[in-house]
């Protein structure tokens, strides 16, 4: 009936009994001197008689009831506590779950708080985390960023670009360097011939410096025959010079022909040599004609080399600006920082008289409950950037002798806190036994004791045996 979620499992749950048993619930209330009349079935809103086609008109409507730029179901949640957990803490109206901006700027509303300064806090909270994002960003790009690297990728691209410039193409460049390799396929062949016809003259002119008949003294061969002519006769001793005369002839057959074999192969070698010459000298062109030259393959290659390089140093280049742009965006969020805890500074003196005034108002109200130890509301402005809250709002109550009921009573006395400072934005108070549970009867007793002088309207649920016993 005042708006909460319709997509919540007890609204939905809810939604299914109204249908199932044909129920319209009915709310009457007066706001501003004006009655209103809610009707609501399972699936149909009517206000004043007028059905509202969706959900969201009604909560536009429930809105347009407070002078708040909360929406009613926020504010309402202040006053009126319905969830189980919302009775752990007197700041969690709603629910411990809620998140911390939202409950501390809720609060600090109803407290007559600056919010000003709670706003700005939540926008650095998130520069903050920036900040720590960008410390381990710095840390990487530092990392990252090596000026030796760097100067060493410079001189190398020097250098491939005063090669690429006086670089000249030869469009036969592969045809020549076939060439200049067949000619030196050509040319160590004839090397080896060379080296073969040479070994040639070794081999002949050994045989001309060993091949010579054995000198041999025919006069004594002669006299040793004419001692024994009585056994040999003179056609023996005629036919040892006809053998003389014979190995004389053949070693001079065979020096004359080495002489001659020698000359042909000289005479060959110096052919060999000249065609040598011609095609060292040719290759030894080519590959002067290449030296300065080379393939379209290698210019392309040289290339690709120069554009690797280039996009490495523009890499290094984006690190570099990007830890620039880092640093003073680090600077910037710490001076915004330290500008914005200095002025919290005087904040804190603006808002003591405001902070004292509230601890007085919760002081007074505590007093009705607890006349030796009266209770006490602590107010601290937080600059620390570990939560997006700007103040710390703390009920206390300092009574050793009875910690049975003390939380509850924190929770009662800040609610009628609350209600003191806003009395007119809803107006009124609900809570339910679980806030009575825990607190002895005198003290229930001295609380419809206060609603009942304080509150235009109290709203609450107590077990009927408290309830007695409370009178």
């Known amino acids: 009936m005042l708006g909460k979620n319709s997509t919540s499992k007890e609204v939905k749950k809810l939604k299914e009994v109204m249908k199932k048993e044909n129920i319209t619930l009915s709310l009457a209330f007066e706001h501003d001197n004006k009655i209103y009349n809610i009707d609501r079935n399972?699936?149909?809103?009517?206000?004043?008689?007028?059905?509202?086609?969706?959900?969201?008109?009604?909560?536009?409507?429930?809105?347009?009831?407070?002078?708040?730029?909360?929406?009613?179901?926020?504010?309402?949640?202040?006053?009126?506590?319905?969830?189980?957990?919302?009775?752990?803490?007197?700041?969690?109206?709603?629910?411990?779950?809620?998140?911390?901006?939202?409950?501390?700027?809720?609060?600090?509303?109803?407290?007559?708080?600056?919010?000003?300064?709670?706003?700005?806090?939540?926008?650095?909270?998130?520069?903050?985390?920036?900040?720590?994002?960008?410390?381990?960003?710095?840390?990487?790009?530092?990392?990252?960023?090596?000026?030796?690297?760097?100067?060493?990728?410079?001189?190398?691209?020097?250098?491939?670009?005063?090669?690429?410039?006086?670089?000249?193409?030869?469009?036969?460049?592969?045809?020549?360097?076939?060439?200049?390799?067949?000619?030196?396929?050509?040319i160590q062949k004839i090397r080896n011939d060379i080296a073969y016809n040479n070994r040639l003259i070794r081999n002949k002119q050994m045989i001309i410096d060993t091949n010579h008949q054995v000198d041999i003294d025919v006069n004594k061969l002669k006299n040793m025959y004419a001692e024994a002519s009585f056994f040999l006769g003179a056609e023996v001793l005629n036919h040892i010079e006809s053998v003389q005369d014979f190995h004389n002839t053949l070693f001079k057959n065979r020096k004359d022909r080495a002489i001659k074999d020698i000359s042909l192969l000289e005479t060959n070698i110096k052919s060999i040599e000249k065609r040598l010459f011609d095609l060292d000298k040719r290759r030894s062109d080519i590959l002067k004609y290449l030296e300065n030259r080379g393939a379209l393959e290698e210019y392309h290659s040289l290339n690709r080399e120069k554009d690797n390089i280039k996009e490495k140093l523009e890499q290094i280049q984006r690190d570099e600006k990007s830890l620039n742009r880092y640093k003073k965006e680090q600077a910037d969020i710490k001076l915004e920082i330290d500008q914005f805890k200095r002025k919290l500074i005087d904040l804190e003196s603006d808002l003591k008289d405001k902070i004292q005034f509230l601890g007085k108002s919760f002081r007074e109200i505590s007093e009705e409950f607890y006349n030796d130890k009266p209770g006490f509301l602590h107010v601290e402005i937080l600059e620390k950037f570990n939560t997006e809250k700007l103040y710390k709002i703390e009920p206390k109550i300092d009574n050793e002798n009875s910690s049975d009921g003390i939380n509850e009573m924190k929770i009662f006395i800040y609610d009628m806190l609350l209600y003191k400072l806003n009395p007119t934005l809803i107006g009124l108070v609900g809570h339910d036994n679980r806030l009575f549970d825990m607190v002895d009867e005198r003290q229930i007793g001295y609380t419809f004791d206060y609603v009942h002088k304080n509150l235009s309207q109290y709203i609450c649920s107590v077990s009927d045996t408290k309830f007695k016993e409370a009178k």
């Open 42 to 186: 399972h699936n149909e809103i009517f206000v004043n008689g007028k059905k509202l086609k969706k959900d969201s008109e009604y909560l536009n409507f429930l809105d347009s009831l407070i002078d708040s730029k909360y929406s009613f179901r926020n504010i309402f949640g202040r006053f009126f506590r319905t969830n189980k957990d919302s009775y752990i803490e007197a700041t969690s109206q709603v629910t411990t779950k809620e998140k911390a901006y939202q409950n501390n700027l809720i609060n600090a509303s109803l407290l007559g708080l600056n919010l000003t300064f709670l706003e700005k806090k939540k926008e650095l909270k998130v520069k903050s985390d920036r900040l720590k994002l960008l410390i381990t960003e710095l840390k990487e790009l530092q990392k990252n960023i090596d000026k030796e690297k760097e100067f060493e990728l410079l001189e190398r691209l020097r250098e491939i670009s005063e090669h690429l410039d006086r670089f000249e193409i030869a469009q036969d460049f592969n045809d020549l360097k076939n060439e200049a390799d067949i000619l030196t396929i050509q």
